[in-house]
DNA sequence: ACCTGAACACCGTTCAAGT
DNA sequence: ACCTGAACACCGTTCAAGT
């Protein structure tokens, strides 16, 4: 923690040069995701990264082009974190619920590095298992063709949108709690409260909603109407 | 455009000084707006604030305590431009429609500003007329209290996080195309394709795929599972 | 809830030099 | 697809000074 101390002259160790390798795409993910998690948004930078890894921060350049390409490389990393260990289900049901939830959980774990990602495209190993594995489940519903890839993006658009939105509410939460703010959900007292009589008569209920309880509604009905639609297919 | 130089001694003009209330809230939200759409989510700088409205970059603190709450005035404004001439339907259902395809349309319009604000509450006079409409709409397909501000999730959930991402993706698709890429779809080439049998025999299907028409869905699910479940309260 | 200019601490990225 | 340190152009924010 208290390494870089410019009394230096005394015995040697004062930045112990790294050995060529000690430094890879995985570390310095792992790392950069660790950062997220701690210190937020704003603090992953290049200091904090070679501060973390004991390596200058230009060290990074030789693994990863630039910022935005570590930013994809941890948006991966969740995502093989979102499906590791997912075994498909005999129901096909029941594999994209597994699915959907393992996004959920995966992201508000990490709010501020799934905020910065759950929208991208990452073209990494773990996206395509990803998309392969809810493909899988959605031709065993019985879809087949341009069918099945639209019903994947009704079912992939309303998991990544909503659990992504979820991460960065929250992401948002902790970063105005960690500044002493505590206003940032929706209880309104407005100045003029007769232009807005159904806000104010909602009041209450706003604070005691649960929103993943909505999720898992919301989850539901995409599934049961994809399971109706393939039935009328079939038939 | 070519003030700035220090050719100077010449005649006034230079830099001239503006007096007192020449800016004002809106006049920075508005060119705050203007530099995200011409110059995507990176542009909105202070100095290039100051450049638009021929202010000096720290006069803006005069007005707005810190960047994020100019971005979030801009929040709020992309939401008055959601509901600007929104007038109730008779039928509910029509009326939340038109406010689902409003924010859709407006987020797309405007895809830098959406992207870094629609996850946000603002807290402004906007977002109360917003939100006070949508639970007009509610209440007259029958829901209340406690139930209404559910219905009223589900709902502005799915616009908000769907619209968002929509908006977030294209801001991306537009900075990397700036840039001089086109990877930013969803064509997968893998490397080993043995090991994604769905994903590659669905590459074609993933060009070919309207975002809006499965919002659009999403919308019509949502819509009528609230009538029917509405209906089943009320007998 | 005035506007400006200098100054500060920080940030991503480049590049020549060291192993 | 090695690691470091100096340098560059930029960025948000603060603050004393000008109207």
Redo the contacts between chains.
Sequence with gaps: MTTTRESVTQAGAASPRLHRGSLTKQTIVAAALGILDDHGNPGLTFARLGKELGAAPTAMYRHFPSRDEILLAVADELIGMSIDGYEPSESWMDSLRDLAYRAWHTFAAHPAAATQT????T?GPNE??A??AI??AI?RAGWT??E???Q???FS??V???S??HA??VA?RQESEANGNV????E?Y?AHPE?????VA?RE??R??N?FE?YK??VE??LS?MARKAQLQIQ
Tied chains: 1, 2.
């Design positions: 759950f929208f991208r495209v073209r395509l298992r998309v392969n493909l899988e031709h063709g341009t099945a890839v639209f994947y993006h009704v658009n309303l990544l949108s909503t992504g939105t960065a509410r948002v206003e940032w959900n929706q309104y407005p232009d807005y009589p159904y806000v909602a209920d706003f005691t909603i929103l909505i509604g919301q009905a995409v109407q």
